[in-house]
């Protein structure tokens, strides 16, 4: 009997140790890992993501895939695992664009961190463009709940809705935004990353009001 509950409690603790690895499945294009050592190497396929590892992409639209979560890194992007948990992991976006598809992953809980302002939890899909300092804009695809880090309130967003953050967050119109690149590639199955046309994104002040789209 003790030989029983001594087996069970392996295979038990072996699946935990399971349940907290992030094993990378896919890649595609160049992505560059600086680990929380320093170590600075290209991200590679059955790599096991750390706490503190550092992804950049390189001059072309890439992504990786790991536990039926694909991140896709618009060129010269950057992400930090920020803190990696047995069941959920907290993603800093550094620099550019980001978008987070989860598939099919209801068990991993997934946060992003922003500005160190804001933590958006991510049920499905999330796209977030850095386009300027300390300005942001987020497209919730299918809902979408954040907390700034200095309040204990939980906020919502609506379904298929662009804000953007500049000193608040606001609900607005960005155009094109589904044209760009890394949203086309990252919802779909297509193996060319970089689209035919590159919708370019720009800002432009229309009196008052900051007008963004893709061109």
């Not at 598939?103 to 049920?123: A, C, G, H, P, T």
């Amino acid at each position: 009997m003790k030989r029983l509950f001594f087996l069970i409690f392996i295979l038990f603790f072996n699946n935990t140790l399971i349940a907290k690895e992030l094993v990378i499945s896919e890649i595609k294009n160049k992505i560059e890992n600086v680990d929380i050592y320093g170590n600075k190497f290209i991200l590679n396929k059955n790599y096991i993501i750390k706490n503190g590892d550092f992804f950049k992409s390189k001059n072309q639209n890439s992504y990786f895939v790991f536990n039926n979560i694909k991140i896709c890194l618009a060129k010269n992007s950057s992400v930090k695992f920020k803190e990696i948990k047995s069941k959920n992991f907290i993603l800093e976006h550094i620099t550019g664009n980001v978008l987070v598809n989860k598939i099919k992953n209801k068990s991993l809980k997934v946060e992003i961190s922003i500005y160190k302002k804001f933590i958006f939890d991510v049920k499905d899909k999330v796209y977030i463009n850095q386009f300027n300092k300390n300005k942001f804009i987020v497209r919730s695809f299918f809902g979408l709940s954040y907390k700034p880090f200095y309040s204990k309130q939980t906020f919502k967003l609506k379904n298929n809705t662009e804000y953007k953050y500049d000193a608040k967050l606001k609900e607005t119109k960005v155009s094109n935004i589904l044209k760009d690149p890394l949203i086309i590639n990252c919802l779909t199955n297509k193996k060319i990353i970089d689209a035919n046309k590159n919708y370019s994104f720009t800002c432009i002040q229309n009196g008052k009001t900051l007008v963004c789209g893709y061109k």
